[in-house]
């Protein structure tokens, strides 16, 4: 297409007041802008397009419900692109991590608490999480951990349903979800962020797998910076890089050491009155326990707890559930044995 051809696509959807196609249009001037070797005019272009994104966040994306009208279909349809909208009690204390994981995110979070301050400095605020990991590591704890230190709404995405069969929906579906979540100010939780590697799968046709990249890139660049997205993955490989590059800031979780199993132990125990019946074997109990990740451990634990619990008879309510560790390694082994 020429640049005329662009210019008359923008004005057309313009004039229709579709936002969508108007933005998508800018987007593709800009991009054929830096084709053709027209530098300046695409970065003015994007400048442009950039701050009115901003005034959208106090302005149009900011919705009263007697200026807006959203028909009961389109609610539908956005209904079915999320799992669940939550607030969460969670913080950073429900968290076992490496320590450099637990700095990293007290930073991210001070600095998103921030937000008025570096605002006033022209400083840009670091909004875009990418957690990766195996999985049981906590990267979904993680986020709910933002979500409540932050007090803020999270929507976790169904990325299944984001990923359509239809390939040409994804990109409009992606949008949809961007687009909701400027509008209620809050954090966009997306698991198995590597799905959208496999779009692949769906179709030969690489030319739309690069518009679906190309709109997450866009919709990254012009999100609010009041408004979060964190990416969770267990194939950070599959990821482009060009949207790896997007991302403000990259963790790792890691399966725990002897040390992060030994506090995990003690988080859970401080849960109530629960006690180890032989409190010695808790260090052979933490080496047996080794290649599981944080969520196995727990889930060991607490069925430990609960069958000790239901075996005590004579006593309709136990004052303290004492532990039974040789419950608890039966069960460790058989967890082990699983995961091979």
């Known amino acids: 297409m020429s640049q005329a051809e662009y210019i008359k696509d923008i004005a057309?959807?313009?004039?229709?007041?579709?936002?969508?196609?108007?933005?998508?249009?800018?987007?593709?001037?800009?991009?054929?802008?830096?084709?053709?070797?027209k530098v300046n005019f695409a970065l003015q272009l994007q400048s442009i397009v950039?701050?009115?994104?901003?005034?959208?966040?106090?302005?149009?994306?900011?919705?009263?419900?007697?200026?807006?009208?959203?028909?009961?279909?389109?609610?539908?349809d956005f209904s079915e692109l999320i799992?669940?909208?939550?607030?969460?009690?969670?913080?950073?204390?429900?968290?076992i991590a490496a320590p450099a994981v637990n700095h990293e995110l007290k930073m991210f979070?001070?600095?998103?608490?921030?937000?008025?301050?570096l605002q006033k400095y022209d400083l840009p605020v670091a909004n875009k999480v990418l957690l990766y990991g195996p999985s049981g590591c906590g990267k979904t704890l993680a986020s709910y951990a933002i979500a409540g230190e932050l007090k803020k709404m999270m929507v976790v995405v169904n990325l299944g349903a984001i990923v359509s069969s239809k390939l040409g929906e994804t990109s409009k579906n992606l949008s949809r979800i961007f687009r909701r979540a400027a509008i209620e100010d809050c954090i966009i939780f997306i698991d198995e962020f590597d799905s959208l590697g496999k779009v692949r799968d769906y179709s030969q046709d690489h030319g739309e797998m690069k518009r679906v990249v190309n709109t997450i890139l866009q919709l990254f660049d012009y999100l609010p910076q009041s408004c979060l997205v964190i990416a969770a993955t267990n194939q950070k490989d599959m990821l482009d890089e060009a949207l790896m590059r997007r991302f403000d800031l990259h963790l790792g979780l890691e399966l725990p050491s002897e040390k992060q199993v030994r506090e995990l132990i003690d988080l859970v125990l401080r849960k109530g009155n629960f006690v180890l019946d032989t409190p010695r074997s808790l260090t052979s109990l933490i080496k047996a326990a080794k290649g599981l990740s944080y969520y196995s451990i727990q889930k060991t634990l607490i069925t430990a707890i609960k069958r000790s619990l239901l075996d005590v008879t004579g006593e309709a309510t136990p004052i303290a559930a004492v532990v039974k560790t040789a419950l608890w390694r039966e069960l460790i082994t058989q967890e082990l044995k699983a995961l091979k």
């Open 12 to 37: 057309k959807f313009g004039l229709e007041n579709d936002q969508e196609k108007l933005m998508s249009a800018l987007n593709d001037l800009i991009e054929h802008s830096k084709h053709t070797k």
């Open 109 to 117: 979070i001070k600095e998103h608490s921030s937000l008025a301050l």
């Open 83 to 95: 799992l669940e909208k939550l607030t969460s009690d969670y913080t950073l204390g429900n968290l």
């Open 50 to 76: 950039k701050e009115s994104a901003r005034g959208q966040k106090t302005n149009a994306l900011v919705h009263h419900a007697s200026d807006v009208y959203y028909n009961r279909q389109d609610d539908r």
